[in-house]
């Protein structure tokens, strides 16, 4: 009987040791990737693989998920505008996260509202299209809240721009800035309009429900909300001086 549970003991430790390396190896993993693209252009996504391997799973052998990476250089300044006014107009202010907006998606679930939006900043999405699933969770948010917090130590904010830019799902494989230039408008995102910039902003809260290649009417209306929330930050001059364009 006590060999059995000595055996038994020694088999937790050894699962604890080689679970704790396996988060050890993750976080690793995890730090490494915040500091290499710091610099270096990123190839795919987590969010890019998770939808891949979902469509190889269900059967669609015929998804691929695409996305060429380009600099801040070589993207519209309409486009950096737009998702600013879109997605997180506090965005050069906040250190990752939007005390504010999550007071209020709070006190809106409180009352039983649903909110216009999440409180989740691009610093953010970027983190946990990344390097996290999709999904909602406890687990998730939490490692998403420190991914955030590394990024925002080590990344400038225009970096954080340029990646999320760069990763962001605009509609079924169409991820980054310009794989959605040239497949909806046939051109490159350094060419983008205002209207075209806040029609792309405009589907991100649910690019697989909204299509910027048939908008809907709500959609068309939250892009002539975005345009006016454009000109109100200030139109190019925001983005120059703040330091993100």
């Known amino acids: 009987m006590k060999k059995r549970r ?93 005390l504010g907006a999550i007071e209020s998606v709070i006190d809106g679930g409180d009352k039983g509202d649903k909110p216009v939006r999440g409180a989740s900043t691009i610093s953010q999405q970027t983190s946990k299209n990344m390097f996290l699933w999709d999904g909602r969770s406890w687990v998730r948010k939490g490692l998403e809240a420190g991914l955030t917090l590394g990024t925002e130590v080590v990344w400038t904010k225009r970096r954080i721009l340029t990646v999320y830019l760069n990763i962001v799902e605009f509609g079924p494989g169409v991820f980054g800035v310009e794989e959605a230039a040239r497949r909806y408008f046939h051109k490159p995102a350094s060419r983008l309009t205002a209207s075209e910039a806040a029609l792309l902003a405009a589907v991100l809260p649910n690019p697989h429900r909204f299509s910027a290649k048939a908008p809907s009417g709500y959609v068309l209306r939250r892009q002539q909300w975005i345009l006016r929330q454009m000109r109100q930050l200030g139109g190019e001059g925001y983005l120059k001086q703040n330091k993100l364009y």
Do not use: T
């Open 6 to 98: 000595g055996q038994g003991n020694s088999l937790l430790k050894r699962l604890r040791f080689w679970a704790v390396r396996a988060v050890l190896a993750v976080v690793g993993v995890w730090a490494a990737g915040i500091v290499i693209f710091a610099f270096l252009p990123v190839p795919f996504s987590a969010v890019m693989v998770e939808r891949q391997l979902g469509a190889w799973l269900s059967g669609d052998f015929g998804y691929v998920a695409h996305q060429d990476w380009v600099p801040m250089d070589e993207i519209s300044p309409y486009m950096a505008l737009a998702v600013i006014a879109a997605e997180d107009q506090k965005f050069p202010q906040h250190w990752g996260f939007d």
